[in-house]
């Protein structure tokens, strides 16, 4: 049997889509594609820095311990300054390579364009402030705590309850400040300051009769700063939800998730861990105000 040319154009249609599905047909490999473009883009060297070649890392001054030493950020002495280190490395940048830039702690997550790429300042993630930057995943856990002098009445509290009485402190548009108005809900208003070494002196003129910091300052406060000072106790959690610092970015930054990615691997590493029982090994104690 002979086929004319006529005889084989409907078939032709049918081939064509054949061939058109085989060809548009969906292949397996995105997924390997993204990976390999996301590791691609972390690539040390390949970082879209604000300066290339170098990492900037902003935090506020003064840099307090334990989170840094001796308000020197590039020291290395200190849990946030090793986490910096940790993370530059893992980007890929050596020490010389990282630029510190002074920041006041609210203006790291205020909007607006950020003049680092990365801010470290025991900032707590918060659904109200990634609406303005973007959040590294967590570093460290973190508790709130209350300082009392030791001859003040509060200092024997063991509840929540026992505060409502008490006049309270702590730095403005921190977790702290949350603590105190969501958790303890005190009878009086509480102070407010710009700057924890304000709380400090105002706990040790007897303006306010506590103070509430996260769990590692409030040891060093007691140990180090107000020796007339006693860590009453700690929050299960601070404003009745699990509490974490991260590392701020710009809002939509190019870097965000390979510095996720990095304290993802320092913290699967075991990396987290040591530097903070290195540098935080005191706040492991203290008792639970219900």
Request: with cysteine; proline share 5%.
């Amino acid at each position: 049997m002979h086929l004319t040319a006529r005889s084989l154009l409907p078939a032709l249609p049918a081939l064509l889509v054949i061939a058109a599905a085989t060809a548009c047909a969906p292949q397996d490999t995105s997924t390997e594609a993204d990976a390999s473009s996301s590791a691609s883009a972390c690539a040390p060297g390949a970082l879209a820095t604000r300066a290339k070649g170098k990492l900037t890392v902003g935090t506020d001054k003064p840099a307090y311990a334990p989170w840094f030493q001796d308000d020197d950020p590039a020291s290395g002495k200190g849990f946030e300054s090793a986490v910096t280190y940790a993370v530059a490395k893992a980007l890929g940048y050596e020490k010389n390579q990282v630029v510190w830039q002074t920041v006041p702690f609210n203006n790291s997550f205020a909007p607006g364009e950020k003049n680092f790429d990365f801010d470290i300042n025991q900032i707590s993630m918060s659904d109200e402030r990634k609406k303005a930057v973007d959040f590294s995943s967590g570093y460290y856990d973190v508790r709130q705590a209350v300082i009392a002098l030791k001859d003040s009445p509060y200092a024997k509290a063991t509840t929540a309850s026992d505060l409502k009485g008490a006049k309270l402190g702590a730095q403005v548009g921190t977790t702290s400040l949350d603590t105190i108005n969501q958790v303890i809900k005190p009878t009086r208003q509480p102070a407010v300051f710009q700057k924890n070494d304000f709380a400090k002196s105002a706990l040790r003129n007897g303006q306010v009769d506590a103070i509430v910091v996260d769990l590692p300052t409030a040891f060093y406060i007691t140990s180090a700063e107000v020796p007339d000072a006693k860590v009453v106790g700690q929050f299960a959690d601070s404003a009745g939800v699990a509490e974490r610092f991260g590392l701020v970015l710009d809002k939509g930054s190019a870097l965000t998730s390979c510095v996720t990615r990095a304290v993802d691997g320092l913290r699967a590493d075991g990396t987290l861990a040591a530097l903070e029982k290195q540098w935080l090994s005191d706040a492991v104690d203290a008792p639970v105000l219900k």
